[in-house]
């Protein structure tokens, strides 16, 4: 009889969590989801001024960090300010397929609508059937798709605008 894995547990981000997550960032680049080039060293830092520990959540098993997610204002306007998005969402390669990424959404839901906001967005490309897949199924909709919009892999591929209320 399988033993059933403990659920992740989620967390606010902190500072000293820059490290762990840049290192959980390089290892799980891919062109599945990355825009940007691998990164080469010297690596920047996790955190600045424009990525503040308070926009992250992380996930960790067995006390290991082994996820987070971004959740930040869509745009700096305060027209703008009751959307927010997710602009960053990873799982470590060996912890995928426990329910991590899906408890990351959850909490980045519960998160958003604790902070005031109605609506929450994201961009996925169109090629990412496992983030595509998880979002579907955590309530987002596609609202909009901007055709071949990156070149990434040899190949152009659609970017996929999503959206739900909270
Ligand atoms: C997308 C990602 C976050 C999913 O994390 P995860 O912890 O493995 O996801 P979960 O175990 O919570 O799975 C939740 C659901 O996602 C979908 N899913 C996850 N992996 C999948 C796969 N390989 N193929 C198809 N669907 C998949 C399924 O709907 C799954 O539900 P199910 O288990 O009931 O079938 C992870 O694959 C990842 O880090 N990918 C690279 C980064 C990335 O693509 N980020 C999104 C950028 S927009």
Redesign the pocket.
């Known amino acids: 009889m399988s033993v059933p894995h403990q659920p992740p547990r989620i967390r606010a981000a902190l500072p000293d969590d820059a490290e762990e997550l840049s290192r959980l960032d390089r290892l799980?680049w891919?062109p599945?989801?990355a825009v940007t080039p691998p990164p080469q060293p010297q690596y920047r830092p996790f955190f600045d001024e424009r990525h503040v520990p308070d926009d992250y959540l992380v996930a960790e098993l067995d006390r290991r960090v082994v996820?987070y997610i971004c959740l930040a204002f869509a745009t700096p306007l305060a027209s703008n300010a009751h959307v927010r998005q997710i602009q960053g969402?990873?799982?470590a390669d060996e912890?995928?397929?426990?329910?991590?990424?899906?408890?990351l959404i959850r909490a980045a839901v519960e998160e958003a609508r604790r902070r005031g906001a109605r609506r929450l967005t994201?961009?996925?490309?169109g090629h990412?059937?496992?983030?595509r897949?998880?979002y579907e199924?955590e309530g987002f909709v596609v609202e909009g798709v901007l055709p071949e919009e990156f070149f990434v892999g040899g190949a152009y591929v659609d970017d996929v605008f999503m959206g739900r209320s909270v």
């Open positions: 799980t891919s599945l989801h996820g969402l990873a799982v912890a995928r397929g426990r329910g991590v990424g899906r408890a994201l961009r996925v490309l990412n059937t496992p983030a897949k998880l199924s």
